[in-house]
């Protein structure tokens, strides 16, 4: 009888096993997944309109908007791959902590948004040059230059950007509620605008067909961004000479180079 009784149970093992395994995978199933890790954020340093800006007590730029940029950036922003682009300001990209090319980024959209802007999310522009004053295919009117980064109501097209005209055309041309002139908005939308320069087409920070006339080294405008490049994360330039230093050392070495040539 007690063997029976035993056989018995021993027959039921595996069927329990198979039902707690069973349980135990839904139960794991029905878990919610892990967040993926936040990447590590710096403070990108202050562009020097921002330092005189807060120096009269304006307002300035604002520490959210580097998180903004940084969470937006793509793994492809932050590799090897745009580190040629970005030579002229920042030599050691390459070698960089992904927190310290985050911090670059978001210094090159406040440098960006000083040249453009003056760091004033409202500001408003409507152009009458010949090459820049068209019709906007969205608000059917003439183009206007909006926000931090000034953009236009047509690049929610190109660009897929989280503008809605329908909801703005019925606020005052400088409301800070229209969805264009929102911080976030217009620097997500930038980030997509220059990750489409560089990566998609694969051309540099500065290229003579970017989106910004300040970044068209030929224009005069570019003069306003190159002045506000000058307080580049120190990540950037740690190790290597002063551009002025770096510039006279290799003249020195071509002209070591020729005085060494033998005379014919």
Known sequence: MMQRITRSILAGLPLCGAFLVGACSQQLAQQPAAPPPQPVLKAAPPTPIAEKKEELGQPAWDPQWDVIVEQALSPQMLSGSVARGVRTFCPRFATMSDADKRAFWAYTFQALAGAEAGLKPTTDVRHTEPEVAKVDTVSKRMVRSEGLLQLTY??????????????????????????????????????????????????????????????????????????????????????????????????????ATAAAVPSP
Request: proline share 9%; glycine share 2%.
């Open 154 to 255: 047509m690049d929610k097209d190109r660009y897929g950007c989280d503008f809605d005209w329908e909801h703005d055309k019925t606020l005052p041309e400088k409301d800070p509620a229209k969805t264009i002139l929102n911080p976030r908005n217009n620097l997500l939308c930038g980030v997509k605008i220059l990750e489409n320069q560089m990566i998609t087409q694969r051309k540099p920070l500065l290229s003579p067909s970017s989106y910004w006339v300040t970044l068209q080294p030929a224009h005069t405008s570019y003069l306003m961004f190159a002045k506000q490049m000058k307080n580049v994360p120190a990540a950037c330039r740690q190790g290597a000479p002063p551009m002025n230093e770096a510039r006279t050392k290799r003249r020195d070495s071509r002209t």
